[in-house]
Every structure is written in structure tokens, then in C-alpha cells.
């Protein structure tokens, strides 16, 4: 590494202008060589002595500042190392230090492997001879099974299966004892389960975590007695959100023992967490140890430089691909510029990245359980659509990641077993407002006879990745004010959008409103709203049935009602009268609760924000995410039985956690939720 660090510097010097390794006068190629030969072993020794202190004082700094601090300050590493060397005529401007830096410590990467964007064997290697060196430092771990959750956001069962199908996941072809050429032997199990109404991140890994997401009706709503916009990937939301699980369930999560939560809304209850959302609020708090995850990760510069290279190249990719979806005029389509590019390599390259180094530095520590979040497919899905060639990359390097850590177990102090999960699924279709010309908003307008501006704001898409680009940044989301405490007239209705589900408020009511008090008030609202085409039902209280689901041609049916009678929801299948009946007994449900119509046929549903995958509510692909277990773990279900909701999921993964401890400790019941 030493000699190929010398060459790298050679060359460099022969290439750039403001680089130099002789004096003015010149000197001998030897004398030449060895000052690159000792400036190089300089470098490498204050890499490897001063670096890690460095990002151990740069741990409070956010994540992203860091890695860029990573360039600068590799290269005044460079800078200092050149005094260093005896014959003191070496030296570099600042800026050509940081590319030389750079470049050394790339070409010094790629040859050790670590370069590899595609997670290849001599990268593995060298992250096992960090492992071992810290398995002979630490006592050694316990023999009982640790637990990695991993969780692919947004990957629908059914996509899942078309991927192992297409050859695009050989890592979980081969767990499901697919013929992939390696034998055929079964070590998981896939089940697919059933999302609740709010078929988005929040509320299943609310519920996954903590046991419960009760009153979470979807990705935002609006509170009437705190007269403020809860959003799920909102730090302060996210913070209330778990405060109110634990205090309901009074358990504070499925990682409390020894846990490690990695790229989360919420910690689980975990002591070690990086890129959790819902502590990113905590700046000056000395016990937060969000950053703490990084240090694994950008203590090697090589990290820092394989990671830029991967993300250039993704913004690359994306501009590439975003293009010829315009020249082609494919449709459906959505707009992907301003920063679009930019977060969508952030949650395919460094959100990875980081995440999987944190997993496995859990893992080489031996702890007992870790779940993790890897965002990449779902931010991808969003705008490119769920199937596709973009959408079947992500899942190829997802895949990747899986062996990785798979293989990265074999050297754990302690045995574990891997679970893949997902938290909902993506249903295809254009935007609403691609079809119809007008968005939801405008439309309630409309219907409530009031001015429909000729070009209505979008609406923010929330994906998680946005989510994860705030919380390295600890900035909070803010999707503009009118959007938290909403500064129009009070008495004008108040419209969000969480996918294909839209909610509709009146604040100026402090109480749910009926819907007799909404026809009323707006004679023409709700018929509007139940007989557009693009719209599949509504949900609102009743004065006389106490909640009712409206549909087109007059449809009218109570909630006890609509196992007899589903009216328009069968088409939505099985399941959708329980996941209405549950979200109308929310205390915070909005006055009008929107789900956009939905085809069988192809799985299209319509978004209310500007997705053409999009996930949040009945209809489709959204509503069917997946859970693959180990076989050596009891089986999640009775025969029978169906996975439904996101709390049941919590109850399947807490009973394995606690099974892995051994038949000789007691089961403990469950924590029941108290009474809200």
C-alpha cells in the first residue's frame, strides 16, 4: 500500500502544477523518489494516528458537513506530511493538497478493495481484519443469537418476489432455496403481511418499534386542540409520536436490550442510534449519540472518498435517466430537478453506506438486536415508478448489501440471524392531477364554493429520504408554514395529501366535524367530492350511525354495516372495512378522510402529491409489504392466521428476540397498551 501510495504521488507531481517533490534548483530522480517515498509514509502514519482523533472531535459536527470536512482536512494532512520530510523542499497549493489527498487515498482504496462500489470480496475481507482486531481487543461475546432487522423501505412483497424471479436478488433467491447455482437449500421463510389504512413509513415503523401507532391516520394531519400539522418526518412530530406510543404501550420499544437503531423515524428504545429522526431535535444534548454511528464509518478517508465517487456517479446516473424519460415523453412521468438528484444519491449512496458500516460495527460488537432502515428504493420508486430498470438497480444493490452483511456475520463475535422486512409497498399511477388537471385542494375548493387558483402549490412528497438528509444535517422539516399552523382564513379548509390518502380539515371547528354539519355548511362538498371519478371513498362521522363511508351514486354506508355491504370498498379486498373502522376511532382523524380510486386491474390508484409510486393509503401494492425470516425461528403465524398491521408485526418480532434468549427464560407476556 506504502509503494503504491509513493507512485500516486509521483504521478501527481509530474501532472499538477502546483505540486512539487524538488527543489527549484531540481533534484536526482532518486532523491526525488525517496521525498515521495517518505511524504507518502508521513501521510499514511498521520492517517492512521491522527484521523480517528479528528473525527472524534467532529463527531457533534452533522454527518454531511463531515464528510466534506473529510477532503479538507485530508488534505491538510497531505500538507503537514510534506514538511515533514527532511529535505523541506515539498509543497502544494491548499486546494491541490485536497485533490491529491484524494486521489492517494482512492488509488490506495481501490487497491485494498474498499473502493468497490459493488461490495466485493477484498472489501469484505478488509472490513473482517478491522473486525478481528477488534474481537481480540473485546471479551468474548455470548453464545446466544443476536438479531439484525433489515428493513428495504417501500419493497412490496410481490416486488420482491418479480426481483428473485428476474435474477436481480441472488442473495435472497438463495435464503429462499431458489436454484441459483450454489445448491438449493431454505433457510428463510417469506410471509407477506398487511399495512394499516396509513400504509407509509410513520405509522408501520411506529407501530413495528414502539407496539403501537394508534392515532397516526397518516402521513400528516392536522390536530385541532394543538391547532398544528403533525408530519411523520417532521424531528418534532417524530419525538411526540414515540412519546405517545411509549407512554400507551409503557414499554419503550422492540430494541431496548441492547439495541442499535440505524436510519429510523424512531429509536426503538436503542442506546445506539445514527440518522434517527426522532432525536435529531436534541442539538446540544451531550447524551445524544446519533453521531456517534459515523465514526466507524469516516475514521477511514477511504470511505469518504469511495462514497463521493459512488455519489457523483449516482447524480450522474439520475440526470441520465431523468433525460431520457423526457426525450422519450414517457409517461407516467414527474418532475426530477432542483435538488432531486442530489437526495436521490444521498439515499442510494451515503444513506447506505453509512447505515450498512453501522450495522456491521453493531454486529463485530456483538449486540443483541439492531434494526436498520435502507430508504433507497422507496425515494427511487417514488419519482421513477415501482418496477422499471431504475427501480430494479436499487434492488440489485440492496441485494448487495444483504450479502454483506450476511457475510459479515461469519465473523460477529456472536451468531445472528438476519430478518428482512418492509413497511409497505408502492402502487403504480399517475397523479391525480395529471389526470384531472387539478389537485385534491382544488377540487375541496370547489366543492365548497370558493376561488380555485390557476396553479395550485405541489405538494411536498415526504419521502424518507428527505427525511434522512435532514436529520444528518439536524435541520427539521419544514414544508411551509401554512402547512404547520396554517396562517389562511380559519374558516377555509385546510387539504393534505399522504399518497393517494388526502385529508380534509376545518380549523376554525374544534371538533370532528359531522356530516351533517359539513353539508350544511357546504351543501356541495361531499357529493363533489364522492362522485369525481378519481375519488374511491370517503370517510366521515355521522351524526345517526357514527361513521359512514360515501361513494358514488348517493352511496352511503354505515361502518358497522360494510361486512354485509362493503360497497366501494371491495374492490380494495379484504381487510379494508377493519383498516377503516380502526382509522375512524382515532381521536385526530380528519373531517374528511380521501382515498383515491384504485384499478385491480393494473394496481394503479391516483396520488394526491407529485409520486408516480406512492404509498399511504388503500389500493394496490401499498398495502402488501413483506416479512422474510429465518427458519430457525418459530413460524410468525399459525396456519391460518394473517400478519395484519404493523402492531402485529412488533408482536412477531418481539416473541423472536425473546426466543432467541433461550427455552430456559421465561416468556414474558406481552406489554398491553394502557388506555388512551
Not at 82 to 95: I, K, Q, T
Request: some cysteine; aromatic content about 6%.
Amino acid at each position: 500500500m506504502w509503494a503504491v501510495s509513493t507512485v500516486t504521488m509521483l504521478v501527481l507531481a509530474g501532472i499538477l502544477p502546483d505540486f512539487q517533490l524538488q527543489s527549484a534548483d531540481g533534484d536526482s530522480a532518486t532523491r526525488i523518489a525517496i521525498t515521495a517515498a517518505l511524504g507518502a509514509g508521513a501521510f499514511g502514519l498521520l492517517s492512521a494516528l491522527v484521523w480517528p482523533l479528528l473525527v472524534r472531535l467532529l463527531l457533534l459536527v452533522p454527518a454531511l458537513v463531515l464528510g466534506l470536512l473529510v477532503f479538507f482536512l485530508n488534505g491538510s494532512l497531505l500538507i503537514v506530511a510534506l514538511r515533514l520530510v527532511p529535505s523541506g523542499d515539498s509543497e502544494a497549493a491548499p486546494e491541490t493538497a485536497v485533490i491529491v489527498a484524494a486521489v492517494m487515498s482512492a488509488v490506495a482504496s481501490a487497491t485494498g478493495g474498499a473502493l468497490a462500489v459493488r461490495d466485493d470480496d477484498a472489501y469484505r475481507r478488509r472490513l473482517y481484519r478491522l473486525a478481528d482486531r477488534r474481537r481480540r481487543a473485546l471479551p468474548p461475546g455470548p453464545s446466544s443469537p443476536g438479531t439484525v432487522f433489515m428493513q428495504l423501505d417501500g419493497v412490496g412483497h410481490d416486488v420482491l418476489l418479480a426481483a428473485v424471479g428476474k435474477g436481480l436478488m441472488p442473495t435472497v433467491a438463495r435464503w429462499l432455496g431458489e436454484d441459483t447455482g450454489h445448491g438449493v437449500r431454505t433457510t428463510h421463510r417469506l410471509t407477506p403481511w398487511r399495512t394499516d389504512w396509513s400504509s407509509q413509513t410513520g405509522a408501520s415503523q411506529l407501530g413495528i418499534l414502539h407496539g403501537s401507532n394508534h392515532d397516526v391516520p397518516a402521513f400528516r394531519w392536522y390536530e385541532k386542540a394543538g391547532r398544528e400539522v403533525m408530519v411523520c418526518n417532521r424531528p418534532t412530530s417524530a419525538a411526540e409520536l414515540q412519546r405517545r406510543a411509549i407512554d400507551r404501550t409503557g414499554d419503550g420499544g422492540l430494541l431496548s436490550a441492547d439495541g442499535a437503531s440505524r436510519g429510523n423515524l424512531f429509536s426503538g428504545g436503542a442506546d445506539e442510534q445514527a440518522l434517527v429522526l426522532s432525536i435529531a431535535t436534541r442539538r446540544r444534548d451531550r447524551r445524544n449519540r446519533s453521531r456517534a454511528g459515523y465514526f466507524a464509518y469516516f475514521s477511514d478517508p477511504a470511505n469518504a472518498v469511495r462514497t463521493a465517487l459512488s455519489f457523483v456517479a449516482e447524480v450522474g446516473r439520475e440526470i441520465g435517466q431523468s433525460t431520457r424519460a423526457r426525450v422519450r415523453k414517457a409517461r407516467p412521468r414527474v418532475s426530477r430537478g432542483g435538488l432531486y438528484p442530489l437526495i436521490r444519491a444521498f439515499a442510494t449512496v451515503v444513506e447506505r453506506d453509512v447505515v450498512v458500516a453501522a450495522v456491521m460495527g453493531d454486529m463485530f460488537a456483538g449486540r443483541t438486536a439492531v434494526y436498520a432502515d435502507l430508504v433507497a428504493y422507496d425515494e427511487v420508486a417514488h419519482h421513477s415508478g415501482p418496477f422499471g430498470r431504475d427501480a430494479d438497480k436499487v434492488l440489485e444493490r440492496l441485494d448487495r448489501a444483504l450479502a454483506l452483511i450476511e457475510k459479515a456475520a461469519e465473523h460477529a463475535p456472536r451468531p445472528y440471524r438476519i430478518v428482512v422486512l418492509s413497511d409497505h409497498g408502492q402502487s403504480p399511477g399517475e397523479t391525480f392531477r395529471a389526470r384531472y388537471g387539478l389537485g385534491l385542494g382544488d377540487l375541496v375548493r370547489a366543492g365548497c364554493g370558493l376561488p380555485v387558483p390557476r396553479r395550485a402549490r405541489r405538494t411536498h412528497s415526504g419521502a424518507e429520504a428527505r427525511a434522512a438528509v435532514r436529520a444528518a444535517l439536524r435541520r427539521p422539516v419544514e414544508e411551509g408554514g401554512d402547512q404547520h399552523r396554517p396562517s389562511r382564513r380559519r374558516s377555509e379548509p385546510l387539504v393534505l395529501a399522504s399518497g393517494n390518502l388526502g385529508l380534509v380539515s376545518f380549523p376554525d371547528v374544534p371538533h370532528r366535524m359531522t356530516k351533517e354539519e359539513i353539508d350544511a355548511r357546504h351543501p356541495a362538498l361531499l357529493t363533489t367530492l364522492a362522485n369525481h371519478p378519481g375519488i374511491g371513498f370517503l370517510l366521515v362521522r355521522s351524526e345517526r350511525h357514527g361513521g359512514v363511508v360515501l361513494g358514488a351514486y348517493g352511496a352511503e354506508i354505515p361502518l358497522d354495516r360494510l361486512d354485509a355491504d362493503p360497497g366501494p370498498l371491495e374492490v380494495f379486498g379484504p381487510g379494508a372495512a377493519d383498516a377503516v373502522r380502526r382509522t375512524h376511532s382515532f381521536p385526530n382523524t380528519a373531517d374528511i378522510m380521501v382515498n383515491s380510486a384504485y384499478d385491480p386491474a393494473d394496481g394503479e390508484v391516483l396520488a394526491f402529491e407529485e409520486q408516480i409510486g406512492s404509498h399511504g393509503g388503500l389500493g394496490g401494492a401499498q398495502g402488501r409489504p413483506f416479512l422474510l425470516s429465518p427458519v430457525a425461528l418459530s413460524a410468525p403465524l399459525d396456519e391460518g392466521e394473517d400478519l395484519v398491521g404493523a402492531e402485529h408485526v412488533h408482536r412477531v418480532l418481539r416473541r423472536w428476540l425473546r426466543e432467541a434468549n433461550g427455552p430456559q427464560v421465561p416468556v414474558e407476556a406481552e406489554p398491553q397498551e394502557r388506555a388512551a
